[in-house]
């Protein structure tokens, strides 16, 4: 095992390694690759934080639990409600906030203006797999100097270059979350009231549907956040506008994230595999339908993306047929297939172009984004 | 600023070239004729002319296609344009290029209010995307000031921002899908209405990469409801250091408005001329804007006018109705071209730590002194992206480059302050030499490692982003393989 406490160390053992090499965080996706493990702990701590820019720089090992400790002190948090899989998956560790960029972890809040993990993401510095120390981005807001490399880095699960630095824009942490439930719809009424929601001027953050819910039930719920007379405002109007769907219940809480759908624990410990699947939210219904017997779901992002738990060894995608999407298999082993979603050839092509570039060697987390091609 | 010398060996094709296109494109969609191209042979950054080989103006995807096939088969360089509005030279063509122009590829092609996005031609003009979901009350949030104007296509290459980006971010944050064509013709689909990249994000590098990777011919955009209402406080200083304080303390007590924008002395004075917004005379001028229903606003705006009391304002005022706050945002947007009918002037767009703001201007006001060249300050300060406007006197010989080198010396103050060149503009020609202040060696390598793989044979816009010497050998290949 590597474990280099510096970028130039880091730098050296990619630059003269001669085989493959497993980078690891936390270790909490439990993503097996092939190759000797390269651990990112001793890149640790944040360099740089500035409430008054909403700006956080870190060094990519630092845990997630310290990055968050630090902004909650400051009242600040990131936007995205990163998602914290382990029940999930089944790991431990202490995820890592390099983890949470290398795969663009984000959870409901994605839905919202506020974006992806990538949109918060200001800036980065990483080792290519030729050792170089590269950097791109900065600290600030607004960037469009030369490309940006820091989105492709978002997601790339360590193929393209090892982390080692990360800059975020943070955001004020709101004072409450107004919660609006409706009990007892379909998949197809439950997006049509979410898309509704949704389309609304009130600033809906999170918007998410399970088939069994706390009472048996399905469950369908809005999520709005701000200050205290503020939501209490919008809450009234939403309850309103959804009226037509059913009784709605709503609550305001001051606990503004949603661990339970962020962390989809509805599917925690269970055997079966577990997918994610991006569609546009009006196409879910439909999709669902295609899912196998006996397929247990819930609806995140509007319906933009649906999770779902199938019977273990299950081809998903051959269940589903062609969409325009895409599926990844999150938990369990599929009966073999790909991980990742394949790509329309030409996309594939470019996609190994840059692995050819950013890492020619092969050796970062080597195969671990490889997908069978469409053609 | 150089441009590379046009290849011999391709202006002797021209009527090869010309007849080959031709072949593909109606008769009126390839200008050739050299009265004709000068229409072409600048951008917004007027200072740099040169009329292209020919400019070809297809009217689909097909067409581009065709198009590039054809170019890239010949050897040719194109120079991608959407509306010419581009800062930075960006569209700027070489004798040796060909400019392939989307302005007639401008339909809507889709708009979906369930799913929350539009899609459309990138030929259409920013301010007309929100136009064609007015009537659904939707809007698309990228603002550039030079939204009347500016297509999509512009906006996607550059990752325009604008005034209302503080909170709902720049192009890049609001582009959902693209259909690009790349150099070989090879048309590619990425994204579309449903969130997030399969693989790698190929989308986010896409943006911004200013027309170097493909021609983007169509675009999905996420569309937004519009706020029930929006009010611009106008709040005055006498000095830019506590305005920019000001801001600061807005941002750190957690409210987030739309916008916070920022104007010193010498721009009020010229927005107030030309749109008669209402603008107080005084040193340091704050927009700052907040959404939602009339008690949410109040409730936002007493917060906001509690800080900037703390800070002695000479004056603090709130929009009254409508009409003010279209007229104080006129003001705001018209900035540019109310500062260009009194003077010339370049325009910088560095971005700094909104903690440097003070000391940043400061300096700038002391290099003025010592360059003797005024400046003019119109901002948007919530996100640290400034845009100094340096004056100068065009038909003054020498006053051209001392204000260029005089911008140089801002930029690499802005990099300095921990900040970077261009927050929205785009490098193009303008800021290409002054890269290698922001990247080093190893840094550019990997960008240019990107056009290598979408652009193998560096035909689009090459000569663009990236200092000339650093891509000289990547161009060359080009040449070698004539
Ligand atoms: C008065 C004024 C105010 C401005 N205000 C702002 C502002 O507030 N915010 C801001 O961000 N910018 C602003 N700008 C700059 C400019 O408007 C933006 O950069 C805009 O996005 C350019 O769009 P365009 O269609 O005019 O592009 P062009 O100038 O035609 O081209 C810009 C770049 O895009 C590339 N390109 C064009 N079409 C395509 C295509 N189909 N595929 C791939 N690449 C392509 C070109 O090669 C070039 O590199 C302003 C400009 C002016 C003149």
């Given at each position: 095992m590597q474990a280099p406490r510096s970028e130039e160390e880091l730098s050296d053992i990619v630059r003269s390694a001669r085989g493959p090499l497993a980078i690891r965080g936390g270790?909490?996706?439990?993503l097996a690759v092939a190759g000797e493990v390269l651990e990112?702990?001793?890149?640790?701590?944040?360099s740089l934080y500035e409430p008054g820019a909403l700006t956080l720089v870190a060094r990519a090992g630092t845990p997630l639990a310290e990055i968050e400790a630090a902004l909650a002190a400051e009242g600040q948090r990131l936007a995205f409600e990163v998602p914290d899989l382990r029940a999930l998956l089944g790991t431990s560790g202490e995820s890592t906030i390099g983890g949470v960029v290398a795969t663009n972890a984000s959870g409901p809040r994605r839905v919202s203006f506020f974006g992806a993990c990538r949109d918060s993401l200001l800036g980065v510095r990483l080792v290519d797999g030729a050792g170089n120390i590269v950097k791109n981005g900065g600290r600030v807001m607004k960037n469009v100097t030369g490309y940006d490399l820091v989105k492709l880095m978002a997601g790339s699960h360590g193929t393209l270059g090892v982390l080692t630095e990360v800059s975020l824009k943070v955001l004020p942490r709101p004072e409450v979350a107004g919660v609006l439930s409706i009990e007892g719809l379909g998949v197809a009424e439950a997006v049509a009231a979410m898309s509704a929601a949704l389309g609304t001027p009130w600033e809906v953050t999170a918007a998410c549907h399970t088939d069994l819910g706390a009472n048996d039930r399905p469950s369908t719920q809005l999520r709005i956040e701000g200050m205290e007379d503020s939501v209490t405002y919008r809450l009234g109007k939403l309850k309103a506008h959804l009226a037509r769907f059913g009784e709605v219940e709503t609550a305001t809480s001051d606990r503004v994230d949603w661990p339970w759908f962020r962390d989809v624990?509805?599917?925690?410990?269970?055997?079966e595999d577990v997918w994610r699947i991006h569609v546009k939210p009006s196409d879910a219904p439909g999709l669902v339908d295609r899912l196998p017997q006996g397929a247990r779901v819930m609806l995140d992002w509007g319906g933009g993306l649906i999770w779902t738990a199938v019977a273990p060894g299950t081809d998903l995608r051959a269940e589903l047929g062609a969409f325009v999407g895409h599926a990844t298999r999150v938990r369990g082993t599929g009966g073999g297939i790909a991980r990742f979603h394949p790509e329309p050839a030409p996309l594939a092509a470019l996609a190994k172009g840059l692995r050819a570039r950013f890492d020619p060697k092969g050796i970062l987390n080597s195969g671990l984004m490889d997908t069978a091609t469409w053609t | 600023m150089d441009m590379p010398a046009p290849n011999p060996a391709i202006l002797a094709k021209k009527a090869r070239l010309v007849e080959r296109l031709k072949q593909v494109l109606p008769d009126d969609a390839v200008i050739s004729d050299e009265a004709e191209t000068r229409a072409y042979?600048?951008?917004?950054?007027?200072a740099y002319r040169c009329p292209p080989l020919l400019a070809v103006l297809p009217s689909s995807t097909q067409e581009v296609s065709d198009i590039l096939r054809i170019c890239h088969e010949m050897g040719v360089p194109v120079v991608p344009r959407g509306s010419g509005t581009s800062l930075a030279g960006g569209a700027l063509p070489t004798a040796d290029s060909v400019i392939l122009g989307v302005a007639r590829m401008n339909a809507v092609i889709e708009t979906d209010y369930d799913n929350r996005f539009i899609r459309v031609q990138t030929g259409r003009t920013n301010l007309s995307v929100t136009g064609a979901v007015e009537e659904e009350d939707f809007f698309y949030a990228p603002d550039p000031s030079s939204q009347l104007a500016c297509a999509i296509a512009g906006n996607v290459a550059m990752n325009s921002g604008g005034a209302h980006c503080l909170k709902y971010g720049v192009t890049t944050n609001n582009l959902m899908g693209v259909t690009m064509v790349l150099m070989d013709g090879t048309v590619v689909e990425i994204g579309?209405?449903?969130?997030?990249?399969?693989?790698?994000?190929l989308l986010g590098v896409i943006c911004g990469s200013e027309g170097q990777l493909g021609v983007v011919t169509e675009a999905t955009l996420r569309i937004l409801k519009k706020p029930e209402g929006a009010r611009p406080v106008l709040i005055g200083y006498d000095s830019n250091e506590v305005a920019g304080a000001c801001v600061s303390d807005i941002i750190k007590a957690g409210v987030l408005p739309v916008a916070i924008e920022f104007m010193d002395r010498p721009c009020i004075e010229a927005c107030e001329a030309f749109a008669?917004?209402?603008?107080?005379?005084?040193e340091a001028l704050l927009i700052v804007e907040v959404e939602g229903s009339p008690a949410e606003i109040d409730a936002q705006l007493g917060l906001i006018k509690q800080i900037a009391r703390t800070h002695n304002p000479v004056e603090l005022r709130e929009a009254r109705d409508a009409d003010e706050a279209g007229r104080i945002w006129l003001g705001r947007k018209s900035a540019f071209g109310a500062m260009g009918q009194i003077n010339d002037y370049m325009c910088l767009d560095g971005t700094i730590p909104v903690s440097s703001l003070p000391f940043v201007l400061r300096r700038i006001g002391e290099m003025s002194k010592e360059f003797g060249l005024g400046v003019a300050n119109v901002f948007h300060a919530g996100d640290g992206n400034m845009h100094p406007l340096i004056l100068f006197d065009a038909n003054k010989p020498g006053d051209l480059e001392l204000c260029e080198a005089f911008g140089a010396e801002i930029l690499k103050l802005c990099v300095e302050a921990g900040g970077c060149l261009t927050g929205e503009h785009g490098v193009g020609i303008e800021k290409r030499d002054l890269m290698t202040h922001q990247y080093a060696p190893a840094d550019l390598e990997a960008q240019m490692a990107v056009k290598d793989v979408f652009d193998p044979a560096w035909l689009l816009n090459p000569a663009k982003v990236f200092p000339l010497a650093a891509s000289e050998t990547r161009r060359a290949v080009r040449l070698a393989a004539e």
């Open positions: 270790g909490t996706r439990g990112t702990g001793g890149l640790s701590g944040i624990a509805r599917f925690a410990g269970g055997e | 042979e600048c951008d917004a950054l007027t579309g209405g449903h969130l997030d990249a399969p693989g790698l994000d008669h917004a209402g603008y107080p005379m005084c």
